[in-house]
């Protein structure tokens, strides 16, 4: 596979994992009232609060697909930006450059 194509394969990636990761964040923060840890004990113990679900998957679930899908986020956009170390550098070169010219410009038109 050529490395575009890999960037490609890498940058959807980025994005499914971001989706997922956002949808299961906006899940566990509105489907599930605060405090149901889903354990069944304390306050509303023995009115079935602890036995919530959304989507029928439930928050310990939803928690942990939130987490998962972080990690592997977290992976894939450090592979990327590995993949993308030489550009990045060449970037940060050229910027630097850029900026020094335009300071030595500024200096030089002041005095």
């Given at each position: 596979?050529?490395?575009?194509?890999?960037?490609?394969?890498?940058?959807?990636?980025?994005?499914?994992?971001?989706?997922v990761e956002?949808?299961?964040?906006?899940?566990?923060?509105?489907?599930?009232?605060?405090?149901?840890?889903?354990?069944?004990?304390?306050?509303?113990?023995?009115?079935?609060?602890?036995?919530?679900?959304?989507?029928?998957?439930?928050?310990?679930?939803?928690?942990?697909?939130?987490?998962?899908?972080?990690?592997?986020?977290?992976?894939?956009?450090?592979?990327?930006?590995?993949?993308?170390?030489?550009?990045?550098?060449?970037?940060?070169?050229?910027?630097?450059?850029?900026?020094?010219?335009?300071?030595?410009?500024?200096?030089?038109?002041?005095?």
């Amino acid at each position: 596979m050529t490395k575009a194509k890999t960037l490609f394969g890498l940058a959807i990636t980025m994005v499914i994992l971001t989706m997922v990761e956002a949808v299961s964040g906006f899940v566990l923060w509105l489907g599930f009232p605060q405090g149901s840890g889903g354990g069944g004990g304390g306050r509303g113990g023995g009115l079935g609060i602890g036995n919530l679900t959304f989507w029928d998957i439930s928050k310990h679930t939803w928690t942990d697909i939130h987490d998962w899908v972080a990690v592997a986020l977290i992976v894939i956009v450090i592979l990327h930006i590995v993949l993308h170390w030489k550009w990045i550098v060449r970037m940060a070169k050229s910027l630097a450059r850029d900026i020094s010219s335009k300071l030595a410009l500024n200096t030089a038109q002041t005095q």
